[in-house]
């Protein structure tokens, strides 16, 4: 009998341990230091102290802006937030807060956040700041049920499409429809210029490559700054063809305007059309269009000829150019009625070599040519020059031409 009364005792005190240990108050430990620093001081805790469930429940309000906060993790245990300011910090997944439905004031202006489609549970907002993130829809903001007559949503400076028709108009005219503000702008497009080299083209012929130089600048502020015009053009009686289709400032596009074997006597006109956001720049250029030359074949073989003297030597004294007895070049004659110096060009890949001789008897029969990076520059960049075709001469470097031939 006394044994069982001892028993008994014990396993009172055992039940009674249990029920003391289990109503120990739970704890909450964070990933990110900065955001449980935040919250300590909203609740008023010395620096250090544990924080518990039952604290982070009874909190309405966390304003945390600019902390350096990165991980929302164990944000979730405040179940009663009504009011969150966490602009300006680095946070990029906002999943912790989809179970918050209490939230009425949401602030996450100014972080790295792509994916808002927590924000579809939070049916209580009435107020909520996207400005200047990375989001590129919004149609979370639609799927909430309770955006609606009143509420504010600001979403500028983010990666949306707001042209008219677009997804993201679409969904930003739907929230309006519901009386939903929403503070968006539509961004002004960065005026461009359009520069186009020759803008006459005086001596051609059928079949003649005359390519033209088209290069853009942005002109002041506004969206799209620094971003790519597309290209195009088009003539009568000719083929047009545009490479590169898009260039940003800095970079050269050639329009290629071939006449057509019925064009002599002509002159062509070139239409050639920049268009970015909307805006749209146009220049008009001219090639007029001659007789056909006598052996075209000829003169292109001669002009390779004199090509090939300069190849070898620049493949071995500039190899930083790429340029070998393996580069593949198209070629076509310029100025084809000029008979005292004779002009041609080619085009690799990368380069527009120009080639021009003096048609007469040594020691004045000299070789020039000169270079031009396709892509990038409008103007010659390197000259050679052989002072004597007959006396075999070695190429010199020389100032290169001003401009290109055409």
């Known amino acids: 009998m006394k044994r069982f009364r001892i028993l008994s005792v014990i ?205 853009v600048a942005d002109e002041g502020e506004g969206s799209g700054k620094g971003k790519a015009v597309d290209v195009s053009a088009a003539a009568e009686d000719s083929t047009v063809t545009v490479h590169p289709q898009a260039i940003t400032p800095g970079q050269v596009a050639e329009v290629t305007v071939i006449p057509d074997e019925g064009s002599p006597g002509e002159t062509l006109t070139v239409t050639i059309m920049g268009e970015r956001d909307g805006l749209k720049r146009t220049k008009t250029a001219s090639v007029k269009v001659g007789e056909q030359l006598p052996d075209p074949g000829g003169l292109a073989q001669y002009a390779a000829e004199i090509r090939d003297r300069f190849i070898p030597w620049l493949a071995a004294n500039h190899p930083e150019f790429g340029i070998t007895s393996e580069t593949e070049w198209t070629p076509t004659v310029v100025y084809p009625h000029i008979m005292v110096v004779m002009y041609y060009l080619f085009f690799s890949e990368d380069w527009e070599m120009g080639v021009r001789w003096h048609v007469t008897i040594p020691p004045h029969d000299w070789a020039e040519i000169y270079l031009r990076h396709r892509t990038t520059e409008l103007s010659p960049s390197y000259g050679f020059k052989i002072s004597s075709l007959d006396a075999q001469e070695e190429p010199q470097a020389v100032d290169p031409e001003p401009s290109v031939w055409r």
């Open 11 to 215: 396993l009172s005190l055992l039940v009674l341990v249990t029920m003391l240990i289990g109503c120990e108050p739970k704890t909450v430990t964070f990933p990110d230091e900065n955001l449980e620093a935040a919250i300590g001081e909203a609740l008023s805790k010395p620096a250090g102290e544990e924080i518990t469930v039952d604290e982070l429940a009874n909190l309405t309000e966390l304003d945390a802006p600019a902390s350096g906060i990165t991980d929302l993790s164990r944000l979730e245990y405040c179940t009663n937030l009504v009011e969150l300011d966490l602009n300006y910090n680095q946070i990029s997944d906002i999943s912790t807060l989809s179970s918050l439905s209490n939230l009425e004031i949401l602030d996450l202006s100014v972080n790295q956040i792509s994916n808002i489609s927590p924000l579809a549970n939070l049916t209580s907002l009435s107020y909520l700041s996207l400005y200047e993130n990375q989001i590129s829809d919004i149609s979370p903001l639609v799927e909430n049920s309770g955006l609606g007559e009143g509420d504010e949503v600001w979403i500028e400076e983010n990666d949306l499409n707001l042209s008219e028709g677009s997804d993201d108009m679409v969904n930003i005219r739907t929230l309006e429809d519901r009386g939903v503000v929403v503070h968006y702008l539509i961004p002004i497009p960065t005026p461009f210029s359009l520069e186009v080299i020759p803008e006459q083209i005086e001596d051609s012929v059928p079949g003649q490559r005359c390519v033209f130089l088209v290069a």
